[in-house]
């Protein structure tokens, strides 16, 4: 569950003497939003997204219809590229959940995966979408119930065992501070191999439990 | 060959003989090095042949009024010290370089002392290099000292021991040549053999139980024939070389044969006194002539290795 | 890790592409609209015949096309962006980063004066800002993954000092170092023997899992891309014909020619008697025939029809992801296909008629080379005789009208087998008896009848005939040298020959080099069969020649030894093959026999180990088939120093079962032990033991 079992390995890159309507071409055929910069050897040197290609209106201002299309087509990655040092990038050994909280607190949505300054891959918004939907074992056909527990030691073992117990198999599960109720806590459990009724029936058994949601 | 049979053939072969003998003599034509040289030497052969037709005067004859003169009216390239007209002399000393071998006084042979020389050293120095080739343990060791031997002396000094031995006649020249040609040939066809001798189709004859002679003229031998014909249109120039060489030294054909390399030495003598012509006019054509060969030699190597 | 395959671009998308050579006779299109995507981790096989473009595809991604090659049409893009019309120079510097290539030869990647350690540092160094420490240990730690033994030591080495198959695995080591996205690889394996070919391939689906790369993988080998491909697109007279999934180009080919294909490639497990392999008539066009209006394999095709010669069709996209390049792929059904009325009556499977006499002998034979020993003594004629046991104590007989197959890898000693029964190889000790004939005696020595009785069918089909001489002539030779025929008898034998190799009276005036490799193959046969010999030996006839045109070639021998009932000793190393043709079955290993016995024995089991290993090792064109995955770890060792005791005993994976992990194996010669009675098994492991084995290949 690291950054490097997520990202995107090989993630399409650009040069930083290349137009800036290549570099759209390219975007537009790979369908890739963010597309870092590299130099020789795969060295990082910037990032380019799809907001970086807006130009400042102020470059803009002074100048007329021809000169405006001139300037647009003599642009390179290089002048409109967030350079090197304000890239926020990561490394393949963090866990995901660090390089998600990097992500949520600077409002980016990618984040090049470097080794040695050279990328090796690129984690999105998207890849933790991913994550995200493997954890709650949204790929896999199941019974998912949402069980309400109190926010103490032993609680969540006691629903596991009980599914266990059964002989049924739990492909994933995840949980969370109940919102608005610190002394509880909310777990979503994937189960496989049951019915509806089957799993109900033995998680109603336990005691201070409360099902929330079975789908 | 019938015509239903001749049309299910590929197109190469429906093509009647003469047009395929044309495909393989355009290749001279691609390549403008071997046609310039081709051209150069068919002119010396053309003169060499009709040498009587060209000129009015013979080699020999000599005209005391008009000694040293230069290129004019009645001699084309002038005269040397000896009022004989050069062009004369070097059309005919053509004859027997590259047209003529005299055996004796009344018995000659068709191509001339070079082109001799060469085929003997080919037969002699293609059977050697066959023979160690293919047969390999102690023959190559044997045939390899040899030639070791003969290429321990520079090429002219070789020349120059034979000729003073056996002194200086046409045959005398060929055989020359032709000695001092075996090492090279041999070589050349040794290092072919060596290549050709692990293909499947010796292996094939050697299944047979076929004898070696057999296998070394009959199966190897044809394959080599590119590069050893290649190599003795060199060796023709170097031969034409050697022999002027010889002639300059005084080791050439006696006086008064127009050869060209004596001519060249005896004219040398008239340079500085302003009448260069018996010098220059002989030199000229021995560079041409070897320059020729070796244009059209090359020409022809570089086009058969293009397409490879 | 549950996530399922992410829908990425492909890395590589190439679209209608074209290729063409500049020669002397004008442009010559070697690739004509080709369309392809690959995408990460997945293999893309690339297969096809030889002359069918495959590796003008792969050079021409990288542009590696030479002086005269120029892409002429089409779009190749690597990760979105376009390669066709890129400078050199950038060119250069996607090639160094993030593309890679894999040749058939290793040592073309590899730089001979330098150490290995050294060209892999500098993959590193050159891109990136390490120390040559960080380098070599990042380089110790690649090879370890290509699971190259003794990887440290192995940094030190020079190339020429170590095995084909660990220099490929240098070679991919160097190719991974950079962490390409795309690695096209151009028949890596086909230099190297059966079993360092299974574990190459190993190799390379490891690593596509780990590094995620996409590669384009092109070879001609149908059971390499059953084995290691995802995707494949089959290529025909510079076409891609046919495009889809592993599963299904095998399992339900679309177009006509990959149906062809399946039909004429021997799988493992099919008997002479039971299955027939099937040519495909006709022959690829060259360059300047093929029609651009037209399908080009309509001229071969058994289903073609006026549309197909009068309208080029595209590649029609049948099934999702599955596309082929025939208007009637939807109608074509590949089990009702019956061979045509030419092919019935040559190839009736055959009964097995009771074996005969043994016709060849061989007992204990041995054929030694001489090595010479580099030490001074041996200068002086003091030094050790060093041998190379090309042939060690080798016996065996062959029943008069049947086939002996002998398989084997590189210098195991089948060829040098060959050459002493044939006489060019004369043998140290032993005996060699052939129709009363001494077989010792060389060839030179040898009776006229002996010579006429026994003769050789070669494997390079270009260096089989002698380029100079025509066909005609070098069929008729043996017939005047050996047979004494008289000289106007010759011209129709000679057309007789040719006839019954199924090549028209024309042939009589061709030179080799206007004949085809399958042709100049036949016209082999028909030499090696002008003096109606009682026994012929093949050397690897089929090795060097097309799938398809293997086929024919196979056929016909079957049919020249039904007619003739002669007996044929067979070479090959492709053990397919070998199971298709041959009664009986020997396999050898370093110089001496494994195991020795009728086809259907050596196939199942007992098997002796190293023929389980072997077996194990070939790639079956069939991605359903499931077959055990026993691996041998080292190299063949040096014939001039074989082990001891048993010469498989350093690689055998079932040594240990016996007792004190297989001591015996090292110190005693194994005994022979009899499975029956025709079927040999040279191993110290109790035959009750090794009949306990489950068959290697099981298909479903």
């Not at chain 2, 052969?45 to 005209?63: G, K, M, R, S």
């Not at chain 2, 070897?290 to 293009?306: I, K, P, T, Y």
């Not at chain 3, 045509?340 to 009964?351: A, C, V």
């Amino acid at each position: 569950m690291f950054v490097r079992d997520y990202m995107t390995r090989h993630p399409v890159m650009v040069e930083p003497n290349m137009s800036i309507v290549e570099a759209q071409d390219i975007m537009a055929e790979t369908k890739v939003r963010h597309l870092p910069v590299a130099g020789e050897g795969k060295r990082l040197l910037g990032l380019i997204t799809r907001q970086r290609m807006r130009i400042p209106p102020t470059e803009l201002a002074s100048l007329n219809v021809w000169e405006i299309t001139r300037y647009l087509s003599n642009l390179c990655v290089k002048d409109v590229m967030v350079k090197r040092k304000n890239v926020i990038t990561t490394i393949p050994d963090i866990a995901l959940e660090e390089a998600a909280k990097v992500m949520t607190e600077e409002k980016i949505g990618c984040l090049p995966v470097l080794e040695d300054d050279i990328v090796v891959g690129i984690i999105t918004e998207i890849d933790m979408m991913t994550l995200l939907t493997d954890l709650l074992g949204g790929y896999e056909a199941g019974v998912r119930v949402t069980l309400r527990m109190p926010n103490q030691k032993g609680e969540l073992a006691k629903a596991t065992g009980a599914i266990s117990d059964q002989g049924w198999g739990i492909y994933a599960s995840g949980g969370v501070k109940t919102p608005k109720d610190p002394g509880h806590w909310d777990c979503v459990i994937k189960v496989r191999d049951v019915s509806q009724e089957d799993l109900v029936a033995v998680l109603e058994q336990i005691e201070g439990h409360e099902i929330i949601d079975v789908r | 060959m019938a015509a239903a049979e001749k049309a299910s053939l590929p197109k190469e072969q429906q093509k009647s003989r003469l047009a395929k003998l044309w495909d393989r003599v355009s290749i001279i034509f691609e390549s403008k090095v071997a046609l310039i040289g081709l051209i150069i030497v068919l002119f010396w052969v053309f003169v060499a042949i009709f040498a009587p037709l060209l000129t009015p005067y013979t080699p020999t004859e000599q005209d005391y009024t008009a000694q040293n003169q230069p290129p004019s009216r009645a001699h084309p390239l002038g005269t040397d010290s000896l009022g004989r007209d050069i062009w004369a002399r070097l059309i005919y000393g053509a004859r027997v370089v590259l047209v003529m071998l005299p055996i004796s006084d009344t018995f000659w042979l068709p191509l001339g002392t070079a082109i001799w020389g060469v085929l003997l050293g080919l037969i002699v120095g293609s059977t050697l290099g066959l023979m160690g080739g293919y047969l390999g343990g102690w023959v190559d060791e044997v045939v390899m000292r040899i030639l070791d031997a003969m290429m321990a002396f520079p090429v002219i000094l070789l020349y120059m021991i034979i000729i003073a031995a056996v002194g200086a006649s046409a045959t005398n020249v060929v055989l020359a040549i032709a000695i001092v040609g075996i090492p090279g040939i041999a070589r050349l066809v040794r290092s072919l053999t060596l290549d050709i001798k692990t293909r499947d189709y010796i292996r094939a004859a050697e299944t047979r139980g076929e004898n070696v002679w057999y296998i070394m003229f009959v199966e190897i031998l044809p394959n080599a024939r590119g590069p050893i014909i290649i190599d003795a249109m060199l060796r023709v120039g170097y031969a034409i070389f050697a022999m002027g060489t010889l002639g300059f030294l005084g080791l050439g054909m006696p006086p008064p044969s127009p050869d060209w390399g004596s001519m060249v030495a005896k004219g040398r003598q008239f340079i500085l006194s302003g009448s260069p012509w018996a010098a220059l006019w002989p030199s000229v054509a021995i560079a041409s002539l070897v320059v020729g060969l070796n244009l059209f030699a090359d020409g022809l190597r570089e086009e058969s290795l293009r397409y490879q | 890790m549950s996530n399922p395959q992410k829908t990425h671009a492909p890395i590589l998308k190439v679209e209608h592409a074209a290729i063409s050579y500049e020669t002397r006779y004008g442009d010559v299109e070697a690739v004509r609209d080709v369309s392809f995507d690959v995408h990460r981790a997945t293999t893309f096989g690339v297969v096809g015949e030889s002359g069918c473009g495959k590796s003008t595809v792969a050079f021409g991604i990288v542009d590696f096309l030479g002086a005269n090659g120029k892409i002429v049409d089409g779009s190749i893009k690597f990760q979105g962006r376009e390669l066709v019309g890129r400078s050199d120079a950038e060119l250069r510097k996607l090639r160094g980063d993030q593309i890679s290539m894999v040749y058939q030869d290793p040592m073309q990647a590899l730089n001979p004066s330098l150490t290995l350690g050294d060209q892999l540092t500098e993959v590193l160094t050159i891109h990136r800002d390490i120390s040559n420490q960080e380098a070599r240990e990042r380089s110790i730690e690649m090879l370890k993954r290509v699971y190259m033994p003794d990887a440290a030591n192995v940094m030190d080495r020079y190339p020429h000092q170590i095995s084909g198959g660990q220099q490929q695995r240098v070679v991919i080591a160097m190719a991974l170092l950079n962490n390409p996205a795309l690695l096209i690889m151009d028949e890596p394996t086909t230099a190297l023997d059966v079993t360092v070919e299974a574990v190459v391939l190993d190799l390379i689906e490891d690593l596509k899992r780990d590094f995620d790369t996409a590669i384009v993988y092109i070879t001609h080998d149908l059971g390499v891309v059953a084995r290691v491909c995802n995707e494949v697109g089959v290529m025909y007279a510079g076409e891609m014909v046919e495009v889809g999934s592993v599963e299904k180009i095998f399992g339900e080919p679309l177009h006509p020619y990959t149906q062809g294909l399946m039909r004429c490639v021997p799988k493992l497990g099919s008997t002479k008697e039971g299955s027939i392999l099937y040519p495909i008539r006709g022959r690829v066009p060259a360059p300047k025939d093929r029609p651009k209006g037209a399908c080009i394999f309509a001229p071969r095709c058994d289903y073609a029809t006026d549309r197909c010669l009068s309208e080029k069709p595209g590649l029609i996209s049948y099934r999702e992801g599955h596309l082929s390049r025939c208007f009637y792929s939807d109608e074509i059904n590949p089990e009702d296909w019956s061979p045509s009325s030419d092919m019935i009556s040559s190839f009736s499977p055959q009964e097995t008629a009771p074996a005969g006499e043994p016709i060849l002998k061989i007992d204990d034979l041995k054929t030694y080379y001489d090595q010479e020993s580099k030490s001074l003594l041996s200068l002086v004629g003091m030094g050790e005789k060093l041998h190379v046991k090309a042939v060690d104590k080798v016996s065996l007989e062959v029943p008069k009208g049947k086939t002996l197959g002998v398989v084997g890898e590189s210098g195991c000693g089948k060829s040098t087998l060959a050459k002493t029964i044939v006489g060019l190889e004369t043998p140290r000790g032993g005996t060699a008896e052939f129709l009363g004939f001494d077989l010792s005696v060389p060839v030179s020595d040898r009776d006229v009848k002996l010579i006429q009785d026994l003769q050789m069918v070669f494997q390079n089909p270009d260096s089989t005939m002698n380029p100079s001489y025509t066909v005609g002539q070098q069929i008729g030779r043996p017939l005047r040298h050996l047979g004494k025929m008289h000289p106007s008898e010759v011209k129709e034998e000679v057309i007789r020959l040719l006839n019954a190799v199924r090549l028209d009276g024309s042939y009589y005036k061709r030179l080799p080099r206007q004949l085809s490799g399958g042709e100049k193959q036949r016209v082999g046969i028909a030499r090696a069969f002008a003096s109606q010999p009682e026994l012929v030996l093949c050397d690897e006839p089929v090795s060097a020649l097309d799938v398809s045109v293997q086929a024919a070639v196979l056929n016909l021998l079957l049919d020249i030894q039904r007619d003739h009932n002669t007996t044929m000793m067979f070479i090959a190393h492709d053990l397919s093959v070998v199971r298709f043709f041959s009664d009986y079955v020997a396999v050898m290993y370093l110089g001496h026999l494994v195991e020795i016995g009728p086809a259907e024995n050596i196939y199942s089991p007992p098997y002796q180990p190293y023929t389980e290993a072997l077996l194990s090792a070939v790639p079956i064109p069939d991605p359903t088939a499931e077959q055990k995955h026993i691996r041998l770890h080292g190299t063949v060792p040096s014939a001039l120093n074989p082990p001891s005791g048993c010469p498989f005993h350093t690689r055998c994976p079932r040594r240990d079962l016996l007792p004190d992990g297989g001591k015996i194996c090292e110190t005693e010669e194994p005994p022979w032990q009899y499975n029956t009675e025709e079927h040999r098994i040279y191993c110290h492991i109790p035959l009750e033991e090794l009949r306990t084995f489950d068959p290697v290949v099981t298909s479903r």
